[in-house]
């Protein structure tokens, strides 16, 4: 367990290694002069060639693409992650700002993925077939299907603007939470609740089901305390999916939300050509889908023992 | 004798957390005498030496010596007279008495001084005229410094106007603490939000309410559903937090009052001078005749542009004499490219073998809404017979490909007040000029000479001789100007008595009362 343990870690530094080469290549392959917009955030319309040359000789621009990259690595790992183009400010104080902000979204998130996902994929098992299983298919469908901007811009308008109940922006209490949370869930959700669903009319089929109703269990009760905890493997590795896809949701709903985290950085950072922090925030992304699969392949493998026992040739 | 069971006790435990969180949702009322203002990004520490902070916020807390008026009128700011010599190598200013900055440090000759070396004489801040031509200072008394010039700038009181960096920080303020003289202090800036409360000190007409909050939120849909909502005041400005045409149009249909003003700055349609076909006057005349400038000022911008031929508005200083607004006039626009050589049939336009195909270079990140405004000259030009190419890219390319020519056609747009007419003339008008990654709108020898001498020139030949510049770029069709888009801001009912500053890089916040 030990060892199969330690291999994962590694293939997970090694994997977090390559996808940080990988962005910081195209980071720096995309159009785009650093040191001329670190010109001209020092001097505005002032900025000439002769400035622009300097600061790219000074920030060893003209080296090469791996002696950069090696010392960009370097520097990283020393928590070093350069200063934001766009606000001046090191990134590592911009992520000591925003990452608490992106975290609280997801994991509010996360818990309503939870919750929705269960009750919508039990509720339709439990109906099987009937109105509540037919309703509930065609919610999870037009949650997966419709793009997660256009779902905030409709819980604004009703919420927010109609019925004047939350905030359309900003953190001010937890009623401001509601809507973002509700946008970023909806599409995991709604995927988890056919994962549930499908899984669980596949586990009623299954002989230990059969054993129950034999023994004169009801369906609820062979549901619940049979196929329930027989679905936890591919429950919790779809979940780890979905969350670490939360991330990208996460871009979109935090600047419709005006929620200052890391997404909506990342935004700003592509529009004004911020490098530095583009970078710095691949990276981050890179750590965390990395980490939240590692975590929950470890997970599975907690819970499922024929996972942990060692391949045959 | 109630019975609760764990069930029940859990669901309604539930419901009740989620009714409490209701209550604060009062967030829509309850803010008395601040204003709250939207922004498109956060303000940041109002460094006045970087170009990192939005431009918008330093006039509030930051004087100017000189401040800038309706149609580039020069009022009197932290300097209350000011003399030219008459050779103008020199400027004396007459600094205002009794005035300090909000850390309660007094305005003085010392200050001044000490402000105006961190820029004046300094290599990045060449691109200002008065500090490229900067020789020294003179404090001629506790309240009078005289600023002395290698050799004469005629714009230099207009530069003294602009936000960054000429405006008076304390000379005591640590670094990142923006301290100024002006209406109002930073009390606290985060990545959501900045507040400003009311200068109670301060030397001019002092704001009416106490306080204003300035909210990020980086998305106009999320803006102006905030306004509905009646979570914000106010949004809009170019330089604020920009409000498209079309979302001002569904706001007003919606009872917030939509305030519309001339604006400052130009789009102008660039002809490449580097590009063999744009180098055909005959081309260029066909693409300025064959353009309906009001039809792209009613359809594309609902209205809210004015269309112009001129590359300046009237409301920036010394704009020049106006040109009557051509109708478009497709035959006329034919008929240029016949008298130029070119032979059309059914298919397009051919000379010397060459057919006539025009690259038009737009980008929504540089000016939102260029596809579309390219997608409606490209149409209008296509009846002409002209063979139009859009390529929409993205910022970078555009900074890329722009100062290079890479282009036939593309837009650009001019700084506005209170940079022009001299700002623009000096950058995009001249060979010589480095404008990096914003290219230039058209270079010529011939117009280098003319731009240097309406530069020079100060006085009452300053008029003729930037009319000169403008009588070239006419005669020779070197761009071609399109609208003048309108200064939009939207507005909450609560908000009586909005008017817009005098330029775009202000807050608007004088005279307004709050309900």
Redesign the interface.
């Given at each position: 367990m030990q060892r199969m343990f330690m291999r994962r870690v590694g293939l997970a530094l090694l994997l977090m290694l390559a996808a940080t080469a990988l962005t910081f290549w195209l980071v720096t392959a995309?159009?785009?002069?650093v040191a001329?917009l670190i010109?001209?955030?020092?001097?505005?319309?002032?900025?000439?060639?002769a400035?622009?040359a300097r600061i790219a000789d000074e920030l060893g621009l003209n080296d090469p693409l791996p002696v950069r990259y090696a010392r960009w690595l370097g520097d990283a790992l020393t928590g070093d992650f350069g200063i934001s183009l766009?606000?001046?400010k090191p990134m590592a104080e911009e992520f000591a700002?925003?990452i608490p902000m992106t975290l609280a979204l997801l994991s509010g998130g996360g818990v309503l993925v939870l919750v929705l996902s269960l009750a919508m994929g039990i509720a339709g098992a439990v109906s099987n077939g009937g109105v509540a299983d037919r309703v509930l298919h065609g919610l999870a469908l037009v949650g997966a299907s419709t793009p997660n901007f256009f779902v905030a811009?409709m819980l604004?308008?009703v919420f927010?603007?109609w019925l004047?109940?939350?905030?359309?922006?900003?953190?001010?209490?937890?009623?401001s939470w509601?809507l973002p949370w509700t946008t970023i869930a909806l599409f995991p959700a709604s995927v988890l609740a056919r994962v549930v669903r499908v899984n669980l009319q596949d586990s009623m089929s299954r002989p230990f089901a059969t054993t129950g109703f034999a023994k004169g269990l009801t369906r609820r009760a062979v549901l619940m305390r049979e196929a329930l905890p027989n679905i936890a493997i591919p429950y919790m590795t779809t979940f780890g999916a979905q969350f670490t896809l939360m991330i990208i949701g996460a871009i979109v709903v935090e600047?419709?939300?005006?929620l200052?985290g890391v997404g909506?950085f990342f935004?700003?950072a592509i529009?004004f050509?911020d490098f530095i922090g583009m970078q710095a925030v691949l990276t981050l992304f890179v750590v965390f889908f990395v980490s939240v699969n590692l975590l929950f392949d470890l997970l599975a493998m907690l819970a499922d023992p024929r996972l942990r026992r060692p391949r045959k040739a | 004798m109630l019975k609760l069971d764990r069930r029940s006790f859990l669901a309604t435990t539930a419901g009740l957390s989620f009714l409490s969180v209701l209550p604060q949702t009062a967030f829509a009322d309850a803010h008395g005498d601040t204003l709250r203002v939207a922004i498109a990004g956060e303000t940041g520490d109002l460094d006045l030496l970087q170009n990192v902070s939005t431009l918008s916020t330093y006039s509030a807390v930051f004087d100017a010596l000189i401040h800038y008026g309706p149609g580039g009128a020069l009022e009197p700011g932290l300097a209350t007279a000011w003399t030219i010599a008459e050779d103008g190598l020199s400027i004396s200013f007459d600094l205002r008495e009794g005035v300090s900055f909000s850390d309660g440090t007094p305005f003085d000759a010392a200050a001044a001084e000490w402000n105006l070396k961190r820029w004046m004489g300094v290599a990045d801040f060449s691109w200002i005229g008065i500090a490229d031509a900067y020789d020294s200072i003179v404090i001629d008394a506790p309240n009078k410094i005289t600023v002395k010039l290698k050799r004469p700038v005629p714009a230099a009181l207009l530069e003294l106007t602009i936000v960054r960096p000429v405006r008076f920080l304390s000379p005591k303020a640590a670094a990142g603490q923006p301290i100024g003289t002006g209406p109002w202090i930073v009390e606290s800036y985060s990545s959501t939000e900045t507040i400003l409360v009311r200068n109670d000190a301060y030397w001019g007409e002092k704001p009416i309410f106490a306080r204003m909050e300035l909210k990020v939120v980086p998305d106009e849909l999320a803006r102006a559903n905030a306004l509905r909502a009646g979570e914000l005041d106010v949004i809009g400005g170019d330089w604020v937090a920009q409000l498209s045409p079309r979302r001002a149009k569904a706001l007003e249909g919606e009872g917030m009052t939509i305030v519309a003003e001339p604006g400052t700055a130009t789009t102008i349609l660039g002809y490449s001078p580097m590009a063999p076909m744009m180098q055909d006057k005959a081309v260029r005349d066909a693409i300025y005749l064959g353009i309906d400038r009001a039809a792209v000022a009613t359809v594309l911008f609902e209205g809210y542009a004015d269309p112009t031929v001129d590359i300046f508005p009237t409301t920036v200083p010394t704009a020049g004499t106006r040109t009557p607004l051509p109708a478009r006039d497709v035959a006329a626009a034919q008929a240029a490219l016949t008298a130029g050589g070119w032979t059309g049939d059914g298919a397009g336009w051919t000379k010397d073998g060459a057919s006539l195909e025009i690259a038009f270079l737009v980008s929504e990140e540089a000016f939102p809404g260029s596809r579309r405004i390219g997608e409606m000259i490209q149409g209008m030009l296509t009846e002409v017979g002209l063979k139009v190419n859009i390529e929409s890219v993205d910022l970078a390319t555009m900074h890329d490909r722009r100062p290079k020519f890479d282009y036939d056609l593309t837009f650009f747009a001019t700084y506005g007040a209170p940079y022009d007419p001299h700002g623009s003339l000096g950058a995009s008008f001249v060979t010589a000029s480095d404008t990096g990654p914003d290219g230039k709108i058209y270079v010529h020898p011939d117009l280098d000479v003319l731009v240097a001498t309406a530069l020079e020139t100060g006085g009452d030949a300053r008029e003729a001789a930037m009319q000169a510049v403008y009588d070239w770029l006419r005669d020779n069709t070197a761009a071609c100007p399109l609208v003048v888009t309108q200064r939009l801001w939207a507005v909450h009912p609560r908000v009586a008595g909005f008017t817009l500053p005098a330029t775009d890089y202000d807050l608007p916040f004088k005279g307004i009362t709050l309900g």
């Open positions: 995309a159009p785009g002069n001329a010109a001209e955030r020092a001097a505005g319309a002032g900025a000439d060639g400035m622009i766009r606000t001046g700002e925003r811009a604004v308008i927010s603007v004047g109940w939350v905030p359309t922006f900003g953190v001010s209490g937890l009623s509601l600047r419709v939300f005006g200052n909506a935004i700003e529009r050509r | -």
